[in-house]
C-alpha cells in the first residue's frame, strides 16, 4: 500500500510540475519530507564492500551571493539515484520533484518511466542500474543535474578524486559547504532572490505572507551553510532498507 501510494504522489506531481499547478508550502513538504525519511531500516545499499569513495563538489548555479555548494564523498559502488539522494540530502532539497543527470556527451541519467514527448529530448538512462564510478574518470569531470523542472535548479557537479575509505567513517559524507538552499517552489532563481529581500525586512507589505507560506523565516539566513542538518540528512541514508522505496 505504501508503494502505491508513493507512486501515486509521485505520477501526480510530475503530472503538476508539466502542468505548472503544483504548489505545496515548504513547511508542508518539509513535514512530508521528515516523516517519510525519518523511518528506520535495515541498511542494504550502504555496507562495508567498498575500500574507496568518490568526492564530488556540487553547486548550485546563478547564484553568487553567496554561493551555495556542498563538498561531499560517496561510496565508490553508488548508482545515480542513491547520488541523487545524497545530493538532496546534503543540499537540503526535500526531493519532492523530477530530476536528471546530464552528462556533457549528450545522453541523461534519470527515471526513463517519466516520458516527455519533446522533440531532441535525449533518452534517459535507468539511473538505478547505472553505477557513477562507471561515468567519472577523469579529475575536474563535470555533470549537471537539474532538481524540479519547474523551477529548473541546475546544479554543477564536480569531480574532485577518488580516495581510500576511512573505516570509522559513514558514508556518504558531507565534508562543508557554503550558502543555504532556496525554499521549495519559490518560483526559481528571480522568485529566490525576491523571498530573500522580503523576508529580511519585516516591514515589507508582502512580510507576512512569505513568512507564513514559508514557515521558517525567522530562521533563514541565505549566508548560513546549517553543517549539522548536511550531515543529518545523509546520516538518514544509513538507514534506508532499499532506496527504490523513497523514488
Known amino acids: 500500500m505504501d508503494n502505491m501510494m508513493n507512486n501515486f504522489y509521485a505520477q501526480q506531481t510530475t503530472r503538476q510540475e508539466a502542468q505548472g499547478t503544483l504548489q505545496t508550502s515548504p513547511s508542508t513538504l518539509r513535514s512530508s519530507a521528515s516523516s517519510s525519511f525519518a523511518t528506520p531500516r535495515t541498511a542494504r545499499y550502504n555496507n562495508d564492500d567498498y575500500n574507496q569513495v568518490l568526492e564530488f563538489k556540487i553547486q ?16 565508490y559502488d553508488y548508482t545515480f539515484f542513491q547520488f541523487h539522494l545524497a545530493i538532496q540530502c546534503c543540499m537540503g532539497w526535500l526531493n519532492c520533484h523530477t530530476h536528471v543527470f546530464r552528462a556533457q556527451e549528450g545522453f541523461e541519467y534519470g527515471n526513463p518511466h517519466i516520458e516527455i514527448n519533446f522533440p531532441g529530448i535525449p533518452k534517459v538512462r535507468e539511473e538505478k542500474s547505472n553505477l557513477i564510478k562507471d561515468y567519472f574518470h577523469s579529475k575536474g569531470q563535470i555533470m549537471e543535474y537539474e532538481y524540479d523542472s519547474g523551477d ?20 556518504p559524507k558531507c565534508l562543508r559547504g557554503r550558502g543555504k ?38 530562521d533563514y539566513d541565505p549566508n548560513e551553510f546549517d553543517k549539522d542538518s548536511a550531515f543529518n540528512g545523509l546520516e538518514l541514508m544509513h538507514d534506508f532498507r532499499d532506496v527504490s522505496d523513497y523514488c
Not at 529548473?152 to 558514508?171: A, C, L, M, N, P
Not at 525554499?183 to 523576508?199: A, H, L, V
Request: include cysteine.
Open 60 to 75: 548550485l548555479k546563478h547564484i553568487r551571493k553567496p554561493a551555495i555548494w556542498r563538498r561531499i564523498q560517496v561510496p
Open 152 to 171: 529548473s535548479w541546475e546544479h554543477v557537479i564536480t569531480y574532485e578524486g577518488v580516495f581510500d575509505r576511512k573505516q570509522s567513517t559513514q558514508y
Open 181 to 218: 538552499c532556496p525554499p521549495e517552489d519559490i518560483g526559481s532563481y528571480e522568485g529566490f532572490e525576491r523571498f530573500k529581500e522580503i523576508i529580511k525586512d519585516k516591514n515589507h507589505p508582502e512580510y507576512e505572507e512569505f513568512s507564513n507560506w514559508y514557515g521558517e523565516s525567522d
